[in-house]
T-cell receptor, first 118, second 111 residues
Framework: NAGVTQTPKFRILKIGQSMTLQCTQD?????MYWYRQDPGMGLKLIYY???????DKGEVPNGYNVSRSTTEDFPLRLELAAPSQTSVYFC?????????????????FGPGTRLTVL | QKEVEQNSGPLSVPEGAIASLNCTYS??????FFWYRQYSGKSPELIMF????GDKEDGRFTAQLNKASQYVSLLIRDSQPSDSATYLC???????????FGGGTRVLVKP
């Protein structure tokens, strides 16, 4: 299993350009997440999905869009890129069901995409 | 807004010593707590989780939880240079699988 894969690894965008960050998982996980991590900071949730066709906003959704047409893929779309979107983007996935008494399932992270907007 | 607070560090410890990391959270309804390790330029990886008050040990790592004080900590015993990383505290919401992350504590273990 490849786990969670992300493309591209690096990207430089000009202000106002658009792009799609790709995320694929081969673990048949229903839950998928997009985070951003600014330098020296923790992870902020952008969007998440609990299954194909179902998405919801996280803590910092402005300037981003997502779709989830299949279980495996969860692309993140940036429209009209701004310097404030310069960050490292991590995609993650987790299984449904329960694991342990309180129903948590471990989130597995992809390698990240480092995005710079100039 | 749910908040998770950590001292950003760096926390410098000599090799073989104990590293002690702290985390506080604002949502009193939180039930599950996680420690992720993140090496520079890499993605986070889960090293510990805890949901009951008290201590949980796994190898050289011990997680401690005090829900009354809304406080969770991580102890790293016999610290090794390979433990040098940023440690992220994460708190799970009461329902669902969303996590709120702290800003992370950078740990430097010096030989």
């Amino acid at each position: 299993n490849a786990g969670v894969t992300q493309t591209p690894k690096f990207r430089i965008l000009k202000i106002g350009q658009s792009m799609t960050l790709q995320c694929t998982q081969d673990m048949n996980h229903n839950y998928m997440y997009w985070y951003r991590q600014d330098p020296g900071m923790g992870l902020k949730l952008i969007y998440y999905s609990v299954g194909a066709g179902i998405t919801d906003k996280g803590e910092v959704p402005n300037g981003y869009n997502v779709s989830r047409s299949t279980t495996e893929d969860f692309p993140l779309r940036l429209e009209l890129a701004a310097p404030s979107q310069t960050s490292v983007y991590f995609c993650a996935s987790s299984a449904t069901g329960t694991s342990g008494r309180l129903g948590y399932n471990e989130q597995f992270f992809g390698p990240g995409t480092r995005l710079t907007v100039l | 807004q749910k908040e998770v607070e950590q001292n950003s560090g760096p926390l410098s410890v000599p090799e073989g010593a104990i590293a002690s990391l702290n985390c506080t959270y604002s949502d009193r309804g939180s039930q599950s707590f996680f420690w992720y390790r993140q090496y520079s330029g890499k993605s986070p990886e889960l090293i510990m989780f805890i949901y009951s008050n008290g201590d949980k040990e796994d190898g050289r790592f011990t997680a401690q939880l005090n829900k009354a004080s809304q406080y969770v900590s991580l102890l790293i015993r016999d610290s090794q240079p390979s433990d040098s990383a940023t440690y992220l505290c994460a708190v799970k919401e009461a329902a669902g699988n969303k996590l709120t992350f702290g800003g992370g504590t950078r740990v430097l273990v010096k030989p």
